[in-house]
């Protein structure tokens, strides 16, 4: 690869040297895609000398000898001027990459080199276009600097989460969430927009730029801006299309079945003095024989799958006398539950253009996404409509108007259990020979049945929006836009759960008399005969006022004032109805269930109002200035603290404008610097935060209730709660320092941005109060966090003389937070969520010295000698000079030969945690960070005689995370599967073991597995993120069937990625879910992330 | 002017107007109430006070939640557990906390400034109040004897009151007394189904005089404050048992496996449970799973059937001990006792290897296990089981009655008669079917000392320090409320934590420390081995291996001793304050006590 670079450099640096003064000039102007551009017009700079181009783009003139520069101009591209050679090649820009030079900020647009503030542009036709991804979050990963997009696992919908630097913005309760506005108005959820209707997106950084939206974008904003039309354009229709399949990127595997049992069956018995024969657990137990025939049913019928489901005693299982049964034949339980390529499909239909005074757009879109269960039809769906017309109707007025559509479809299984043990729970959660064959046709109760019985939940979401708008035009210069947004989203889930007939081999009597055949029966309970609708109302408005006035003086000062008004209000209404005692559960609707009914809802409401307004000033467009001001004021607050007012303030020098840098200007094309600073205020605090509530609980299922005659009896669940009225915003100020530069006629280029942001005043607890006031002290805004970062990005493009056009993007992000201010006691503990002086993220743990070996204890004979501690306990002996562990013993477990050794860290000789706090941590210290550090991303782009090619990857330099469960720990829960590569564990002989003797640690993070470097997850990667192939085809030859453009692509997602998982199989972008976290056990026990390969057709009309 | 400028102007004031109206900003919560306003009426009062019920009336939890009925893991109901003494003083937590005092203290200042109630409504809802306050400070006394009261709301901003000192114990049992004797005075004999009572209230007070009664005495604390208490316990206890309401029922073991407890004569209180509504766990406990076991001392300490302790009785005919153990193995054991054993533990033997439902000692209790429970119907299995808790029985309240007479020295035959006569007189059928068996003969009290079938009891298991009608007064208590949550508190009160030992300082398990006796010639072939691998024995004759004791406590990490005056023992009647606050306290340059025997925080 490097040596191929090497060389076009130098194809490169031949064709810029040979510059000849030749009278005669033949070349030929081209579109970015290699097509020919027709009529182009070739004017020699300073003469009125030119022509236009021919029908293969191609042109010839004769330059008199003054002429050094020719220009080429074309309508809807960029002008270009390129030196006089005897043979041209220039590549145009279509007006829309032009587009990318006028930068969409708050409430108007900024010519790039104008910009003040820090605000990054996204290339959405590289990032967004010809890629199988559902929503716009999850394609904007790695795409641009200071934004991070994270995911937490493949499952299917939803939104990812975005945040615009840092990933924890405040620690008050907030969300810390960016302001996500398409069009100027908020949207709910990213996922609603059709990534194709987009036309530009720009990420706001810094306060200056941000402070214009007030206190809601206190933590960046991301403006999208959809596509409108051109006017003047004929009618131009395209379709797009992607056909995609993917498969898991990574799936733990279970080990081979029969080390498995015995694996787990060594953690079991590991600390006991006299071992048990035989364990068990819902209804399967194993002992060695059973282990034994497990083995030989594997050597004798291999994966079994000849076999089919139905399951034989004697061969299959037999039954053991006192309950329970014995399983021999494994089942390969992936291939039960995933698909090996699941299917995902988008289609776009688009048509725009526009008249002299009118444009207009409209688009459709469908997106139909596959889940990867075998057993049930799980899916995602999305269809999108939306729709712009505007219209100078007179010359001093264009009205304008659009809608938006967005319809969204998920259905996934109903689970007999909470959300956290889902499906993926139980596909990792018991041995293989668990039961997942049939007896006389008859399923079993498990995971397996549960999935094949479940109906589905399903999740259906409307996404409206209409704008209706107007531009004055008052007078030169003087323009005052009003919009008025109305959105609406309802949303709406059905569910009926049912009760699942199976085989209940879990009962205690199998095989005390009963058989497979006696236990045939509903084994789910009443818990789950209800049906279930609830729905959401989300409605909001938005009116927007402004005027801009435009004007430049004496020819040396330019002055933009724009100044207007921001109101914006939403009210949320949830309901959710339920019955139980369902008639039948195919037709599970309240009306056809008679039992208990069950009901409950939830109302909000807020409100926004601002004032902004905006300064800018440039003299000889060299020195920049801008002032930005909002005075904003948040229902959130009781009156009297409503409102606030947040300035801020940039600067900018464009060094290269200066005289005396003229002369760097063949390298050193452009160079500015700038500066910003401000403030704003967040308001992301909880609704009613001031006010004292009692909150009433309404029983929606089974729990912890009081009943009276059978009846859920409510009661007021909490309240009231101890507030502070004076509560008010949170301060966020930003220090911002960057600069920009261009070299080789902005061939590359390269921006730098430096940033501090202090979050003040944020929500923090109330000064510490004796347990007897009975409640906390009340939040008040006190804490503070600063985040310092920085971000590079860097855009190389070079067209050859061959034609081949090359593009690099790289771009790269790095922040780190740490709490300056918080209610933090003298010494804090180290499990504090937050103590002043917390780098944010921090994993405290041990550090490691590999795992104890014989020699490291003093033995009697083949005993380890016991010393007798003060309290009558004894504990292992070490040799001279190895540490002691005993305080993190406990029951009966003694660290010895095979368990982890810690690292000494103050040579005590003693491994212990002090008093677990900062001040005094023992031996723990800081062995990791949960946050990521070191975000990257870059792209490769090459595009040659219509094919183009585009590589993007991404990754994370730096992350930890400190994972539990059996994935992760082997033997965390002795009980539970094992996992092929956690074979490699200490016995005496395999001293050399990755992870320690076989133990059972109950669910619990002890013993070897208290929090340590040497389990501790290194989640930091690279992956190609995307590879697109596509090919355009020739023009000469769609022009005879009146089409305008073919384009065919191949696209890869997620191909291949480096990473340091130690052969740990999960993704490293897997991280704790919403739901497994829930449960220490279920690390990577989540829908697993895929690879895709799909390809795709482009074509207009 | 253009006219043109009229229209920007006209829609820019039409937004300014609109947003600087002051109440365009202004939105108030939709679905929560606000503090004062809430205060209103009766029925937002009640929903209040509704929280409570589930804190104070776990009865038997929900889910796989456990009230405190027959609690496996923990020292009660001298349960062999591996749990050690509490070693480490506790950092945070602890029980330290006053949610609940704030809670109920909001309910009772809100109520008195109620201006919309009638006298009767008030005087009713702030009985409510004040009974919640001192069931709570019941148990904050409980835990850690002196603890600060407050009889009004805590202002956090009031480091006078809210970094108050702890409270002498007498001074707050008798708040805890006030409040509960203005409860019993002003609460309603009837406030509808399920919901609290005169009467619930008065089972309560009986409850919680005796305990601060008896621990005042036996800690040495305030003998007068303890005399007062135990009148009133005795006074709760005897409302109860006067009004008529209330009478023992013949069925026992029905009290705790009914589905319905509605109609139950006995119960005074109870709470219930309806399938897909609020389910728990513990009938599962005693039907199909294996089980922490009880151990011989409680077999040990129900009577035989001639109301004579088991060494003393010719009915049971007590074998000869050796090594401190008498030798009369299961199932003889069974034989002839107090009926309420069978009713409370499982007829059998059970042990792991041969047993999938296993006792890890061989008893096994099925006091709550429904007499047509199997093992296929959900409403036995999982955590979804139905039975109905009894919160408050007449039993308890009888055994209160008798306990805190016979402290007061008052304990005559009309007490007796009263009281423990009239538990002993019920019917008892083993499973509910059959015949009834034999009932204990009535306790013959005769000053300190008591009589059966004639016979003077004299047990020579019983700790001396003990008076022989106290002695079997306990026994009593013991036995009729096995497995009911009270045993720990008991031997709390009383000062007898001691006897919560497994081993004799020489090495020997005590009767706690020890399960079934169990010959080990009735088991052949793969059972035995089973039994063998899985189970670990105790031979109290090293030479004679067919027979043994099951031995669960066998490591040497799971055994309790106890040495009497020993801080490190003495100190586990009370839990320890929580250093974090200690400390908090020492910060601002108050002074918050430790409990004896608990550490301070380090400097």
Same mark, same amino acid.
Request: hydrophobic share 35%; with cysteine.
């Given at each position: 690869?490097?040596?191929?670079?090497?060389?076009?450099?130098?194809?490169?640096?031949?064709?810029?040297?040979?510059?000849?003064?030749?009278?005669?000039?033949?070349?030929?102007?081209?579109?970015?895609?290699?097509?020919?551009?027709?009529?182009?017009?070739?004017?020699?700079?300073?003469?009125?000398?030119?022509?236009?181009?021919?029908?293969?783009?191609?042109?010839?003139?004769?330059?008199?000898?003054?002429?050094?520069?020719?220009?080429?101009?074309?309508?809807?591209?960029?002008?270009?001027?390129?030196?006089?050679?005897?043979?041209?090649?220039?590549?145009?820009?279509?007006?829309?990459?032009?587009?990318?030079?006028?930068?969409?900020?708050?409430?108007?647009?900024?010519?790039?080199?104008?910009?003040?503030?820090?605000?990054?542009?996204?290339?959405?036709?590289?990032?967004?276009?010809?890629?199988?991804?559902?929503?716009?979050?999850?394609?904007?990963?790695?795409?641009?600097?200071?934004?991070?997009?994270?995911?937490?696992?493949?499952?299917?919908?939803?939104?990812?989460?975005?945040?615009?630097?840092?990933?924890?913005?405040?620690?008050?309760?907030?969300?810390?969430?960016?302001?996500?506005?398409?069009?100027?108005?908020?949207?709910?959820?990213?996922?609603?927009?059709?990534?194709?209707?987009?036309?530009?997106?720009?990420?706001?950084?810094?306060?200056?730029?941000?402070?214009?939206?007030?206190?809601?974008?206190?933590?960046?904003?991301?403006?999208?801006?959809?596509?409108?039309?051109?006017?003047?354009?004929?009618?131009?229709?395209?379709?797009?299309?992607?056909?995609?399949?993917?498969?898991?990127?990574?799936?733990?595997?279970?080990?081979?079945?029969?080390?498995?049992?015995?694996?787990?069956?060594?953690?079991?018995?590991?600390?006991?003095?006299?071992?048990?024969?035989?364990?068990?657990?819902?209804?399967?137990?194993?002992?060695?024989?059973?282990?034994?025939?497990?083995?030989?049913?594997?050597?004798?019928?291999?994966?079994?799958?000849?076999?089919?489901?139905?399951?034989?005693?004697?061969?299959?299982?037999?039954?053991?006398?006192?309950?329970?049964?014995?399983?021999?034949?494994?089942?390969?339980?992936?291939?039960?539950?995933?698909?090996?390529?699941?299917?995902?499909?988008?289609?776009?239909?688009?048509?725009?253009?526009?008249?002299?005074?009118?444009?207009?757009?409209?688009?459709?879109?469908?997106?139909?996404?596959?889940?990867?269960?075998?057993?049930?039809?799980?899916?995602?769906?999305?269809?999108?409509?939306?729709?712009?017309?505007?219209?100078?109707?007179?010359?001093?007025?264009?009205?304008?108007?659009?809608?938006?559509?967005?319809?969204?479809?998920?259905?996934?299984?109903?689970?007999?259990?909470?959300?956290?043990?889902?499906?993926?729970?139980?596909?990792?959660?018991?041995?293989?020979?668990?039961?997942?064959?049939?007896?006389?046709?008859?399923?079993?109760?498990?995971?397996?049945?549960?999935?094949?019985?479940?109906?589905?939940?399903?999740?259906?979401?409307?996404?409206?929006?209409?704008?209706?708008?107007? /531009?004055?035009?008052?007078?030169?210069?003087?323009?005052?836009?009003?919009?008025?947004?109305?959105?609406?989203?309802?949303?709406?889930?059905?569910?009926?759960?049912?009760?699942?007939?199976?085989?209940?081999?879990?009962?205690?009597?199998?095989?005390?008399?009963? /058989?497979?055949?006696?236990?045939?029966?509903?084994? /789910?309970?009443?818990?789950?005969?209800?049906?279930?609708?609830?729905?959401?109302?989300?409605?909001?408005?938005?009116?927007?006022?402004?005027?801009?006035?435009?004007?430049?003086?004496?020819?040396?000062?330019?002055?933009?004032?724009?100044?207007?008004?921001?109101?914006?209000?939403?009210?949320?209404?949830?309901?959710?109805?339920?019955?139980?005692?369902?008639?039948?559960?195919?037709?599970?609707?309240?009306?056809?269930?008679?039992?208990?009914?069950?009901?409950?809802?939830?109302?909000?409401?807020?409100?926004?109002?601002?004032?902004?307004?905006?300064?800018?000033?440039?003299?000889?467009?060299?020195?920049?200035?801008?002032?930005?001001?909002?005075?904003?004021?948040?229902?959130?607050?009781?009156?009297?603290?409503?409102?606030?007012?947040?300035?801020?303030?940039?600067?900018?020098?464009?060094?290269?404008?200066?005289?005396?840098?003229?002369?760097?200007?063949?390298?050193?094309?452009?160079?500015?610097?700038?500066?910003?600073?401000?403030?704003?205020?967040?308001?992301?605090?909880?609704?009613?935060?001031?006010?004292?509530?009692?909150?009433?609980?309404?029983?929606?299922?089974?729990?912890?209730?009081?009943?009276?005659?059978?009846?859920?009896?409510?009661?007021?669940?909490?309240?009231?709660?101890?507030?502070?009225?004076?509560?008010?915003?949170?301060?966020?100020?930003?220090?911002?320092?960057?600069?920009?530069?261009?070299?080789?006629?902005?061939?590359?280029?390269?921006?730098?941005?430096?940033?501090?942001?202090?979050?003040?005043?944020?929500?923090?607890?109330?000064?510490?109060?004796?347990?007897?006031?009975?409640?906390?002290?009340?939040?008040?805004?006190?804490?503070?966090?600063?985040?310092?970062?920085?971000?590079?990005?860097?855009?190389?493009?070079?067209?050859?003389?061959?034609?081949?056009?090359?593009?690099?993007?790289?771009?790269?992000?790095?922040?780190?937070?740490?709490?300056?201010?918080?209610?933090?006691?003298?010494?804090?503990?180290?499990?504090?969520?937050?103590?002043?002086?917390?780098?944010?993220?921090?994993?405290?743990?041990?550090?490691?010295?590999?795992?104890?070996?014989?020699?490291?204890?003093?033995?009697?004979?083949?005993?380890?000698?016991?010393?007798?501690?003060?309290?009558?306990?004894?504990?292992?002996?070490?040799?001279?000079?190895?540490?002691?562990?005993?305080?993190?013993?406990?029951?009966?477990?003694?660290?010895?030969?095979?368990?982890?050794?810690?690292?000494?860290?103050?040579?005590?000789?003693?491994?212990?945690?002090?008093?677990?706090?900062?001040?005094?941590?023992?031996?723990?210290?800081?062995?990791?960070?949960?946050?990521?550090?070191?975000?990257?991303?870059?792209?490769?782009?090459?595009?040659?005689?219509?094919?183009?090619?585009?590589?993007?990857?991404?990754?994370?330099?730096?992350?930890?995370?400190?994972?539990?469960?059996?994935?992760?720990?082997?033997?965390?829960?002795?009980?539970?599967?094992?996992?092929?590569?956690?074979?490699?564990?200490?016995?005496?002989?395999?001293?050399?073991?990755?992870?320690?003797?076989?133990?059972?640690?109950?669910?619990?993070?002890?013993?070897?597995?208290?929090?340590?470097?040497?389990?501790?997850?290194?989640?930091?990667?690279?992956?190609?993120?995307?590879?697109?192939?596509?090919?355009?085809?020739?023009?000469?030859?769609?022009?005879?069937?009146?089409?305008?453009?073919?384009?065919?692509?191949?696209?890869?997602?997620?191909?291949?990625?480096?990473?340091?998982?130690?052969?740990?199989?999960?993704?490293?972008?897997?991280?704790?879910?919403?739901?497994?976290?829930?449960?220490?056990?279920?690390?990577?026990?989540?829908?697993?992330?895929?690879?895709?390969?799909?390809?795709?057709?482009?074509?207009?009309? | 002017?253009?006219?043109?400028?009229?229209?920007?102007?006209?829609?820019?004031?039409?937004?300014?107007?609109?947003?600087?109206?002051?109440?365009?900003?202004?939105?108030?919560?939709?679905?929560?109430?606000?503090? =004062?306003?809430?205060?209103?009426?009766?029925?937002?009062?009640?929903?209040?006070?509704?929280?409570?019920?589930?804190?104070?009336?776990?009865?038997?939890?929900?889910?796989?939640?456990?009230?405190?009925?027959?609690?496996?893991?923990?020292?009660?109901?001298?349960?062999?557990?591996?749990?050690?003494?509490?070693?480490?003083?506790?950092?945070?937590?602890?029980?330290?906390?006053?949610?609940?005092?704030?809670?109920?203290?909001?309910?009772?200042?809100?109520?008195?400034?109620?201006?919309?109630?009638?006298?009767?409504?008030?005087?009713?809802?702030?009985?409510?109040?004040?009974?919640?306050?001192?069931?709570?400070?019941?148990?904050?006394?409980?835990?850690?004897?002196?603890?600060?009261?407050?009889?009004?709301?805590?202002?956090?901003?009031?480091?006078?009151?809210?970094?108050?000192?702890?409270?002498?114990?007498?001074?707050?049992?008798?708040?805890?007394?006030?409040?509960?004797?203005?409860?019993?005075?002003?609460?309603?004999?009837?406030?509808?189904?399920?919901?609290?009572?005169?009467?619930?209230?008065?089972?309560?007070?009986?409850?919680?005089?005796?305990?601060?009664?008896?621990?005042?005495?036996?800690?040495?604390?305030?003998?007068?404050?303890?005399?007062?208490?135990?009148?009133?316990?005795?006074?709760?206890?005897?409302?109860?048992?006067?009004?008529?309401?209330?009478?023992?029922?013949?069925?026992?073991?029905?009290?705790?496996?009914?589905?319905?407890?509605?109609?139950?004569?006995?119960?005074?209180?109870?709470?219930?449970?309806?399938?897909?509504?609020?389910?728990?766990?513990?009938?599962?406990?005693?039907?199909?799973?294996?089980?922490?076991?009880?151990?011989?001392?409680?077999?040990?300490?129900?009577?035989?059937?001639?109301?004579?302790?088991?060494?003393?009785?010719?009915?049971?005919?007590?074998?000869?001990?050796?090594?401190?153990?008498?030798?009369?193995?299961? =199932?003889?054991?069974?034989?002839?006792?107090?009926?309420?054993?069978?009713?409370?533990?499982?007829?059998?033997?059970?042990?792991?290897?041969?047993?999938?439902?296993?006792?890890?000692?061989?008893?096994?209790?099925?006091?709550?296990?429904?007499?047509?429970?199997?093992?296929?119907?959900?409403?036995?299995?999982?955590?979804?089981?139905?039975?109905?808790?009894?919160?408050?029985?007449?039993?308890?309240?009888?055994?209160?009655?008798?306990?805190?007479?016979?402290?007061?020295?008052?304990?005559?035959?009309?007490?007796?008669?009263?009281?423990?006569?009239?538990?002993?007189?019920?019917?008892?059928?083993?499973?509910?079917?059959?015949?009834?068996?034999?009932?204990?003969?009535?306790?013959?009290?005769?000053?300190?000392?008591?009589?059966?079938?004639?016979?003077?009891?004299?047990?020579?298991?019983?700790?001396?320090?003990?008076?022989?009608?106290?002695?079997?007064?306990?026994?009593?208590?013991?036995?009729?409320?096995?497995?009911?949550?009270?045993?720990?508190?008991?031997?709390?009160?009383?000062?007898?934590?001691?006897?919560?030992?497994?081993?004799?300082?020489?090495?020997?398990?005590?009767?706690?420390?020890?399960?079934?006796?169990?010959?080990?010639?009735?088991?052949?072939?793969?059972?035995?081995?089973?039994?063998?691998?899985?189970?670990?024995?105790?031979?109290?004759?090293?030479?004679?291996?067919?027979?043994?004791?099951?031995?669960?406590?066998?490591?040497?990490?799971?055994?309790?001793?106890?040495?009497?005056?020993?801080?490190?023992?003495?100190?586990?009647?009370?839990?320890?304050?929580?250093?974090?606050?200690?400390?908090?306290?020492?910060?601002?340059?108050?002074?918050?006590?430790?409990?004896?025997?608990?550490?301070? =925080?380090?400097?």
């Amino acid at each position: 690869m490097k040596r191929k670079i090497n060389f076009l450099l130098f194809l490169f640096s031949l064709s810029m040297g040979i510059t000849f003064a030749q009278t005669r000039v033949t070349g030929k102007v081209v579109d970015e895609n290699g097509e020919p551009v027709i009529g182009a017009s070739i004017l020699v700079k300073g003469t009125t000398i030119g022509t236009v181009t021919d029908i293969d783009g191609n042109f010839m003139l004769t330059v008199p000898p003054e002429g050094k520069t020719l220009v080429i101009s074309y309508v809807g591209m960029q002008t270009q001027e390129v030196p006089v050679a005897p043979n041209v090649r220039v590549v145009m820009q279509t007006v829309t990459e032009l587009l990318e030079e006028v930068v969409v900020v708050g409430y108007g647009t900024q010519r790039k080199e104008h910009l003040t503030g820090a605000v990054s542009t996204v290339d959405v036709s590289r990032t967004l276009e010809n890629r199988p991804i559902t929503d716009v979050g999850r394609a904007l990963q790695g795409s641009t600097p200071g934004l991070s997009i994270t995911t937490t696992s493949g499952e299917l919908g939803g939104s990812p989460r975005i945040r615009v630097r840092g990933e924890i913005a405040t620690i008050g309760g907030g969300t810390g969430n960016p302001l996500i506005l398409v069009d100027n108005v908020e949207v709910p959820d990213l996922s609603y927009v059709n990534p194709d209707d987009i036309a530009s997106i720009s990420v706001l950084k810094d306060a200056s730029t941000t402070a214009i939206y007030g206190a809601r974008a206190a933590f960046g904003a991301i403006l999208i801006t959809t596509k409108k039309g051109m006017k003047e354009a004929k009618p131009r229709i395209s379709y797009s299309n992607n056909f995609s399949w993917s498969t898991p990127t990574k799936v733990p595997e279970h080990t081979r079945a029969d080390l498995n049992l015995q694996y787990s069956f060594d953690q079991i018995n590991a600390l006991r003095d006299s071992p048990i024969s035989e364990t068990g657990q819902v209804g399967y137990w194993y002992n060695p024989e059973v282990i034994k025939k497990v083995k030989e049913w594997i050597d004798t019928y291999g994966d079994g799958k000849s076999l089919g489901r139905e399951m034989v005693e004697g061969r299959d299982f037999d039954y053991r006398k006192s309950g329970g049964v014995y399983y021999y034949r494994p089942w390969d339980v992936y291939d039960i539950y995933y698909k090996d390529w699941t299917p995902q499909q988008n289609q776009n239909i688009r048509i725009s253009g526009g008249t002299a005074t009118t444009q207009y757009n409209l688009s459709a879109g469908f997106m139909d996404q596959k889940g990867i269960l075998k057993l049930f039809d799980d899916f995602y769906r999305r269809y999108n409509i939306s729709g712009f017309i505007s219209s100078d109707v007179k010359n001093w007025i264009t009205l304008r108007g659009g809608y938006m559509y967005s319809k969204t479809r998920q259905e996934s299984p109903f689970i007999y259990a909470s959300a956290t043990y889902d499906p993926m729970y139980y596909l990792y959660r018991w041995h293989q020979v668990y039961p997942y064959g049939t007896y006389k046709g008859r399923e079993f109760r498990g995971a397996v049945n549960d999935l094949k019985s479940a109906r589905p939940v399903e999740d259906d979401s409307y996404f409206s929006r209409y704008t209706l708008g107007t /531009t004055l035009r008052l007078t030169k210069g003087l323009t005052v836009d009003f919009d008025y947004t109305y959105s609406q989203t309802f949303a709406t889930n059905h569910t009926v759960g049912g009760y699942v007939y199976g085989i209940n081999q879990w009962s205690a009597d199998i095989s005390r008399g009963l /058989t497979f055949d006696n236990l045939y029966g509903p084994y /789910t309970t009443a818990t789950y005969d209800y049906a279930r609708y609830t729905s959401s109302k989300n409605i909001r408005n938005a009116y927007n006022g402004y005027i801009t006035y435009d004007t430049k003086f004496a020819d040396k000062h330019s002055l933009k004032v724009m100044g207007g008004t921001n109101i914006e209000d939403a009210e949320y209404i949830w309901i959710s109805a339920r019955r139980n005692g369902v008639y039948d559960f195919d037709k599970g609707e309240l009306n056809l269930a008679g039992g208990d009914q069950l009901a409950s809802s939830s109302h909000s409401w807020w409100s926004v109002a601002g004032f902004f307004g905006r300064i800018n000033y440039a003299f000889m467009d060299k020195y920049l200035f801008e002032l930005n001001g909002r005075y904003d004021g948040s229902s959130k607050f009781a009156s009297g603290k409503r409102w606030g007012f947040f300035p801020s303030f940039s600067a900018a020098w464009r060094v290269t404008e200066e005289p005396w840098m003229q002369s760097a200007q063949s390298i050193l094309s452009s160079l500015k610097l700038r500066g910003s600073w401000g403030s704003v205020g967040n308001q992301d605090v909880p609704l009613n935060a001031f006010v004292s509530t009692l909150t009433p609980t309404t029983p929606s299922s089974s729990g912890n209730y009081w009943l009276v005659k059978g009846n859920f009896v409510p009661y007021i669940s909490s309240g009231p709660t101890l507030v502070d009225p004076d509560l008010t915003w949170e301060t966020v100020t930003s220090l911002d320092l960057g600069l920009d530069a261009g070299f080789l006629n902005e061939k590359l280029t390269f921006t730098f941005d430096w940033y501090k942001r202090i979050t003040s005043d944020m929500l923090a607890p109330g000064e510490t109060v004796p347990a007897t006031v009975g409640a906390s002290a009340p939040r008040r805004n006190f804490g503070e966090l600063e985040t310092k970062g920085v971000e590079i990005s860097a855009t190389y493009k070079h067209q050859f003389d061959n034609g081949l056009l090359l593009t690099l993007f790289g771009q790269f992000t790095d922040f780190k937070s740490v709490v300056t201010k918080y209610p933090t006691p003298e010494d804090p503990l180290i499990s504090s969520t937050y103590y002043q002086g917390k780098t944010l993220g921090e994993i405290w743990g041990y550090k490691t010295v590999g795992l104890f070996q014989k020699e490291d204890f003093v033995w009697e004979g083949d005993k380890i000698k016991q010393t007798i501690l003060p309290n009558g306990l004894s504990k292992n002996t070490h040799v001279e000079g190895v540490a002691t562990q005993y305080i993190l013993e406990s029951g009966t477990f003694k660290f010895s030969p095979g368990d982890v050794r810690f690292k000494d860290l103050n040579g005590d000789g003693e491994i212990n945690y002090g008093t677990n706090t900062v001040g005094n941590p023992g031996d723990l210290t800081v062995i990791g960070n949960n946050l990521p550090r070191y975000q990257y991303g870059f792209q490769v782009g090459v595009s040659w005689k219509g094919f183009d090619a585009n590589a993007f990857f991404q990754g994370v330099g730096k992350r930890n995370i400190w994972a539990t469960g059996n994935m992760v720990l082997p033997g965390f829960y002795g009980t539970e599967a094992n996992f092929a590569h956690t074979l490699d564990y200490w016995t005496p002989d395999n001293t050399r073991a990755f992870y320690p003797r076989p133990l059972n640690y109950d669910q619990a993070a002890k013993w070897n597995y208290v929090c340590n470097d040497r389990y501790l997850l290194n989640v930091a990667y690279l992956r190609l993120k995307s590879l697109i192939i596509g090919y355009s085809l020739p023009n000469d030859f769609l022009n005879k069937v009146n089409i305008e453009r073919v384009r065919v692509y191949f696209n890869g997602e997620n191909l291949f990625e480096f990473d340091k998982m130690k052969g740990v199989p999960i993704d490293p972008e897997m991280n704790w879910t919403s739901t497994t976290q829930n449960d220490a056990r279920s690390f990577g026990r989540s829908y697993p992330y895929r690879r895709t390969v799909s390809f795709g057709l482009q074509v207009e009309f | 002017m253009k006219k043109i400028f009229y229209i920007p102007i006209l829609l820019a004031s039409i937004f300014i107007s609109f947003a600087a109206c002051g109440d365009y900003l202004d939105r108030p919560g939709l679905d929560t109430f606000e503090d =004062p306003e809430f205060w209103t009426k009766e029925d937002n009062v009640r929903l209040y006070a509704q929280r409570g019920y589930t804190a104070y009336f776990t009865g038997y939890g929900s889910g796989y939640t456990w009230g405190k009925f027959f609690t496996g893991g923990a020292w009660a109901d001298e349960y062999s557990s591996s749990a050690q003494w509490t070693q480490q003083t506790a950092t945070s937590g602890n029980g330290w906390t006053f949610t609940w005092v704030r809670w109920a203290n909001i309910l009772i200042d809100r109520v008195s400034k109620m201006e919309n109630l009638t006298q009767e409504e008030k005087n009713h809802w702030l009985g409510i109040g004040r009974f919640f306050r001192a069931m709570e400070y019941n148990d904050l006394a409980k835990l850690f004897g002196d603890v600060p009261y407050f009889d009004h709301v805590v202002d956090h901003k009031d480091l006078e009151t809210s970094y108050k000192k702890r409270d002498p114990l007498p001074y707050v049992a008798e708040k805890i007394m006030e409040d509960f004797q203005f409860a019993a005075d002003n609460v309603r004999e009837n406030d509808g189904p399920q919901q609290i009572n005169r009467d619930v209230v008065l089972g309560f007070m009986s409850r919680s005089m005796l305990y601060f009664g008896t621990f005042l005495k036996y800690h040495n604390i305030d003998s007068e404050v303890a005399e007062t208490l135990l009148r009133k316990a005795v006074w709760a206890s005897e409302e109860l048992m006067n009004s008529g309401k209330y009478q023992i029922v013949d069925d026992y073991r029905g009290i705790f496996t009914s589905a319905d407890l509605s109609g139950n004569k006995e119960v005074i209180f109870y709470r219930q449970y309806e399938p897909a509504k609020v389910t728990h766990c513990l009938v599962s406990y005693n039907n199909a799973e294996p089980q922490t076991g009880t151990t011989l001392k409680v077999v040990e300490t129900y009577l035989a059937s001639d109301g004579l302790p088991i060494k003393q009785s010719p009915a049971y005919n007590y074998g000869p001990e050796k090594n401190g153990h008498e030798l009369k193995y299961y =199932p003889d054991q069974y034989k002839n006792r107090d009926p309420r054993l069978a009713a409370s533990l499982v007829d059998s033997i059970r042990l792991q290897g041969p047993h999938t439902a296993y006792s890890t000692t061989g008893f096994l209790c099925w006091k709550f296990l429904p007499y047509d429970a199997n093992q296929k119907d959900l409403i036995y299995l999982g955590s979804t089981n139905v039975t109905d808790a009894p919160i408050l029985r007449l039993g308890e309240i009888l055994l209160n009655y008798a306990e805190a007479k016979a402290e007061l020295g008052e304990f005559d035959q009309v007490a007796a008669d009263k009281s423990i006569n009239v538990l002993r007189n019920r019917s008892i059928k083993k499973n509910n079917v059959g015949n009834p068996l034999p009932k204990l003969p009535r306790m013959i009290v005769s000053g300190n000392d008591v009589f059966a079938n004639g016979i003077k009891i004299e047990d020579p298991d019983r700790d001396l320090s003990v008076n022989p009608l106290l002695w079997e007064i306990r026994r009593e208590r013991a036995v009729e409320l096995l497995f009911e949550g009270f045993r720990r508190d008991d031997l709390k009160r009383w000062k007898k934590f001691e006897y919560l030992k497994t081993e004799e300082t020489n090495g020997i398990p005590t009767k706690l420390g020890i399960g079934a006796y169990v010959d080990l010639n009735r088991f052949t072939g793969k059972p035995k081995q089973d039994l063998l691998k899985n189970v670990h024995f105790y031979y109290p004759d090293p030479n004679d291996l067919t027979k043994a004791f099951v031995y669960n406590l066998y490591e040497k990490n799971m055994r309790r001793d106890w040495v009497p005056g020993n801080s490190y023992y003495e100190r586990q009647y009370l839990n320890a304050v929580p250093l974090d606050q200690i400390k908090l306290y020492q910060d601002l340059g108050y002074e918050l006590a430790q409990n004896p025997g608990w550490d301070m =925080p380090a400097k």
